[in-house]
């Protein structure tokens, strides 16, 4: 079983800041990339930012220039670093993790955690 743990989510004044932490843990054999997702209300579930394995990283267009993505392969840790956060940021945002187990695929959802972008 593969659990990845979520944190870092809350309210914050629009131009603030957050860091959203995923830590992942379980029978991972292979860590092919790590993300973030948001869903808002009455939207469907959007990249924000994505890393892999090799540090590769891309991010949506509406987060270039404020968020950055990065990870801990060994620690199969990423984090989120939100600046200058809108209101249209306001989302629940979910980690995601691309890899595989011993014997199969993986493809692995966190909980998600709620940011709220509001003066």
């Known amino acids: 079983q593969v659990q990845l743990v979520e944190s870092g989510g809350g309210l914050v004044q629009p131009g603030g800041s957050l860091r959203l932490s995923c830590a992942a843990s379980?029978?991972?054999?292979?860590?092919?990339?790590m993300g973030w997702y948001r869903q808002a209300p009455e939207k469907q579930r959007e990249l924000v930012a994505r890393?892999?394995?090799?540090?590769?990283?891309n991010y949506a267009d509406s987060v270039k220039g404020r968020f950055t993505i990065s990870g801990d392969n060994a620690k199969k840790t990423t984090y989120l670093q939100m600046n200058s956060l809108k209101p249209e940021d306001t989302a629940v945002y979910y980690c995601?993790?691309?890899?595989?187990?011993?014997?199969?695929?993986?493809?692995?959802w966190g909980q998600g955690t709620l940011v709220t972008v509001s003066s």
């Open positions: 995601n993790v691309v890899g595989s187990t011993r014997f199969t695929p993986l493809d692995a």
């Open positions: 379980g029978s991972i054999s292979r860590l092919y990339a």
């Open positions: 890393i892999s394995s090799g540090g590769t990283t």
